[in-house]
């Protein structure tokens, strides 16, 4: 299996921020990869697909790089809504296998 | 608009079975793989189980293999996941999610999720 990993697992940042979120995958996965946001009593959302483009309807504040093992999403400019836990997802192979979740919280 | 409603969690013993169902609208039910996703408490994310749309094909993760079983009726929009000989690391919500594409597995759309406790 593909093993995710996410950095850092918690971040306090400030509205206005701009914070990046990284995830390193054991084994290259090209451009398979998705970030999704989960809010507390919530499901997930998926914000970026293919390592980089954005979902339908996200703002475009968010915005995701990379390829191969090393991936970040970053948020340009933190809003009070943007306060939630981030994972990523590889979607190269069976089974699919997401990160351990990085939790972003206000400073 | 895609909406996905589960059911069908609740409290139950070590050993019990429960079954889930996820029903789908606002799509082509057929035309998509949908998933089980868990998310474990104070864990995270979890792919549990997905079968093709036409049912010929199911994958599970290793720790359900041989107790979890997915299937699907396509003519009323609904997929299950039959769980039986339950653990107390079974513990979780259940989300069903559908892919963005086929051969894509991006999860665009998810269920509001359904919790399942397993205890005695």
């Known amino acids: 299996d593909i093993q995710m990993t996410q950095s850092p697992s918690s971040v306090s940042a400030s509205v206005g921020d701009r914070v990046t979120i990284t995830c390193r995958a054991s084994?290259?996965?090209?451009?398979?990869l998705a970030w999704y946001q989960q809010k507390p009593g919530k499901a997930p959302e998926l914000l970026i697909y293919?390592?980089?483009s954005l979902q339908s309807g996200v703002p475009p504040r968010f915005s995701g790089n990379g390829s191969g093992t090393d991936f970040t999403l970053t948020i340009s400019s933190l809003q009070p809504e943007d306060f939630a836990t981030y994972y990523c997802?590889?979607?190269?192979?069976?089974?699919?296998?997401f990160g351990q979740g990085t939790r972003l919280e206000i400073k | 608009q895609v909406q996905l409603v589960e059911s069908g969690g609740g409290v139950v013993q070590p050993g019990r079975s429960l079954r889930l169902s996820c029903v789908a609208s606002?799509?082509?039910?057929?035309?998509?793989?949908v998933h089980w996703v868990r998310r474990a408490p104070g864990k995270g994310l979890e792919w549990v189980a997905t079968?093709?749309?036409?049912?010929?094909?199911?994958y599970y993760t290793d720790s359900v293999k041989g107790r979890f079983t997915i299937s699907r009726d396509n003519s009323k929009s609904t997929l299950y996941l039959q769980m039986n000989s339950l653990r107390a690391e079974d513990t979780a919500v259940y989300y069903c999610?559908?892919?963005?594409?086929?051969?894509?597995?991006?999860?665009?759309?998810w269920g509001q999720g359904t919790l399942v406790t397993v205890s005695s």
């Open positions: 293919r390592a980089s």
């Open positions: 079968m093709s749309f036409g049912g010929s094909e199911k």
């Open positions: 997802q590889q979607a190269n192979s069976f089974p699919v296998t």
């Open positions: 999610a559908k892919i963005l594409a086929n051969g894509q597995y991006y999860f665009d759309s």
């Open positions: 606002g799509l082509t039910f057929i035309n998509y793989d």
């Open positions: 084994h290259g996965i090209s451009s398979w």
